[in-house]
């Protein structure tokens, strides 16, 4: 039996061991406290931001937070027990959740945006995180999805596509009436099949952009004389249009009109107008780029200006280039601009043309370039002058394969008749 002193030691020892007990558990009871507040705390910011569900494994709902019930419609009562796709929206297909199944059942986590239908049928869209809760052998037994809306973003998005289209269908009917209105005062059709006011064998290959030119042809006829222009102006599509109409205009009031059909004479009247128009008025020069043919037919014989025109005469099967001017139209240097005087010989070929096709980018990412468009040309010259057109546009196409045009392009091959 202990004495009183020992008894008195044990009891001493106890009661420290009490208190020191009482004090780890008044310092557990704060931790616990302190751990369920901040548990609260980041709950509370939860189902402020995000929409958070629980399922079994077979998609039955058996939790929903706050927002979830706000933003879908639903009470809490209506979604427990709820297959979880009381929410899906028809517009949704079916393999975007085989895809989610597929990818949370095997134990690994899905993300994608997700249309939901609200209660009241209206809808409403989502970032969600899908992902499974696995039990000791790595099988899922729940499935957490934690979501956020973003159906204000999707629907401005849904807002732009359609203004987008709107935007796009006004610029295509503004590109027809525009296109319709140069086709007019080409005064020929370039798919026809004499394009051209001539008795010469020739074809035509324009191939506007977005319908509407910057590149264009024009003709006029009297007696055995044609008078032909190739141009190519600044800018493509719309602007380059109207470069190429407000043109057009002009050269068709000083021949048809004025009665100017000398070359030397048009290329100074035209280089003197353009930059009348839009000298001092615009941040960046407008200018054409063209060549002004002369032919007369009945005397074989060719006159021209080129002013950067780009052109070549095929003689016996060899290539030469035309003399051109190293400025264009509107630079206001037209009275420097002589014109060329040579005889046509039967077999001769004509090729005019602007940059739209050695500029075009070919699969590689490259430019065809003019070495290789010459070599083109130069090819051409074993082929009979019918097969040509379809000869060069596959080649073309051949080089160009799904890359899309890069710019306008027009040519003009006339062929002198044996």
């Given at each position: 039996?202990?004495?009183?002193?020992?008894?008195?030691?044990?009891?001493?020892?106890?009661?420290?061991?009490?208190?020191?007990?009482?004090?780890?558990?008044?310092?557990?009871?704060?931790?616990?406290?302190?751990?369920?507040?901040?548990?609260?705390?980041?709950?509370?910011?939860?189902?402020?931001?995000?929409?958070?569900?629980?399922?079994?494994?077979?998609?039955?709902?058996?939790?929903?937070?706050?927002?979830?019930?706000?933003?879908?419609?639903?009470?809490?009562?209506?979604?427990?027990?709820?297959?979880?796709?009381?929410v899906r929206h028809p517009d949704m297909p079916k393999e975007a959740f085989k895809n989610l199944w597929d990818t949370i059942k095997a134990g690994k986590i899905w993300q994608g945006e997700i249309k939901n239908r609200r209660k009241d049928g209206s809808h409403y869209w989502v970032l969600a995180t899908v992902g499974p809760l696995l039990d000791a052998d790595g099988h899922p037994y729940r499935y957490v999805s934690m979501r956020v809306d973003i159906t204000r973003q999707k629907d401005l998005e849904e807002q732009l596509r359609q203004e987008r289209n709107r935007l796009a269908e006004d610029l295509q009917s503004n590109l027809a009436v525009a296109a319709a209105l140069q086709k007019a005062l080409l005064s020929f059709t370039p798919n026809s099949e004499t394009p051209l006011p001539t008795s010469f064998p020739h074809f035509v290959l324009w191939q506007p952009l977005q319908g509407v030119?910057?590149?264009?042809?024009?003709?006029?006829?009297?007696?055995?004389?044609?008078?032909?222009?190739?141009?190519?102006?600044?800018?493509?599509?719309?602007?380059?249009?109207l470069v190429s109409t407000l043109f057009l205009q002009e050269l068709r009031h000083l021949v048809q009109d004025k009665g100017i059909w000398s070359p030397e004479r048009l290329a100074e009247e035209l280089d003197e107008r353009l930059g009348y128009l839009?000298?001092?008025?615009?941040?960046?020069?407008?200018?054409?780029?063209?060549?002004?043919?002369?032919?007369?037919?009945?005397?074989?014989?060719?006159?021209?200006?080129?002013?950067?025109?780009?052109?070549?005469l095929a003689r016996k099967g060899t290539l030469h280039p035309l003399e051109r001017y190293p400025f264009s139209f509107g630079e206001l240097l037209g009275k420097a601009a002589q014109e060329h005087t040579l005889p046509l010989e039967p077999g001769d070929r004509l090729y005019v043309y602007s940059d739209g096709f050695p500029d075009q980018i070919g699969k590689e990412g490259k430019k065809l370039g003019s070495e290789r468009w010459e070599s083109l040309l130069q090819s051409?010259?074993?082929?009979?002058?019918?097969?040509?057109?379809?000869?060069?546009?596959?080649?073309?196409?051949?080089?160009?394969?799904?890359?899309?045009?890069?710019?306008?392009?027009?040519?003009?091959a006339i062929e002198v008749p044996q």
């Open positions: 039996m202990p004495s009183p002193s020992e008894l008195s030691q044990l009891l001493q020892a106890l009661a420290q061991n009490l208190a020191q007990y009482e004090n780890a558990q008044l310092s557990l009871q704060e931790r616990l406290h302190s751990l369920e507040r901040e548990l609260h705390d980041r709950q509370a910011i939860i189902d402020r931001f995000a929409l958070v569900s629980e399922t079994d494994t077979r998609g039955i709902i058996t939790y929903a937070n706050p927002k979830f019930c706000e933003v879908s419609g639903y009470s809490l009562e209506e979604l427990l027990g709820k297959p979880h796709n009381i030119s910057g590149d264009f042809f024009w003709g006029a006829s009297e007696k055995s004389r044609i008078l032909l222009f190739i141009g190519d102006s600044v800018g493509h599509g719309a602007a380059g249009g839009f000298r001092q008025k615009l941040p960046v020069p407008v200018t054409i780029d063209g060549t002004l043919l002369l032919i007369d037919e009945g005397r074989r014989k060719l006159t021209y200006v080129a002013l950067r025109g780009k052109a070549l051409l010259q074993s082929v009979s002058f019918c097969d040509q057109p379809s000869t060069l546009e596959k080649a073309l196409q051949d080089w160009q394969g799904e890359t899309p045009q890069t710019d306008d392009r027009v040519l003009v």
